[in-house]
């Protein structure tokens, strides 16, 4: 079954820097396009970042662009995300996701999710 497993969230302050990365397993990893989403307490989740199969076409939400970096391993089966200057805005729970094609048009539905981290940025 296909599995999804974040890690790499925390606590930081306000300028730092984390990386999150998502191992995934139980289907083929080239096959799909892979996304970040984050959740707000009170609010919705929405998408962070999003990453084609072969990790040659990315894009972000605008808030995090210039700041945070989606990137693959397909050796390796595992998804990063590399957030720096990091904001008190950025505070959330941060989900892995696969979506439902190979290209990142797939990731506006996503059909598996992993648990999810915690990311909490300190003023």
């Known amino acids: 079954q296909v599995v999804l497993v974040e890690s790499g969230g925390g606590l930081v302050q306000e300028g730092g820097s984390l990386r999150l990365s998502c191992a995934a397993s139980g289907f083929t990893f080239t096959g799909y396009a892979m996304g970040w989403f984050r959740q707000a307490p009170g609010k919705e989740r929405d998408l962070v970042a999003r990453?084609?199969?072969?990790?040659?076409?990315?894009d972000y939400t605008d808030s995090v662009k210039g700041r945070f970096t989606i990137s693959r391993d397909n050796g390796k089966n595992t998804l990063y995300l590399q957030m720096n200057s990091l904001k008190p805005e950025d505070t959330a729970v941060y989900f892995c996701?696969?979506?439902?094609?190979?290209?990142?048009?797939?990731?506006?539905?996503?059909?598996?999710w992993g648990q999810g981290t915690q990311v909490t940025v300190s003023s």
């Open positions: 996701a696969r979506c439902i094609s190979s290209g990142t048009a797939g990731c506006a539905s996503p059909n598996y």
């Open positions: 990453i084609n199969w072969l990790g040659s076409s990315a």
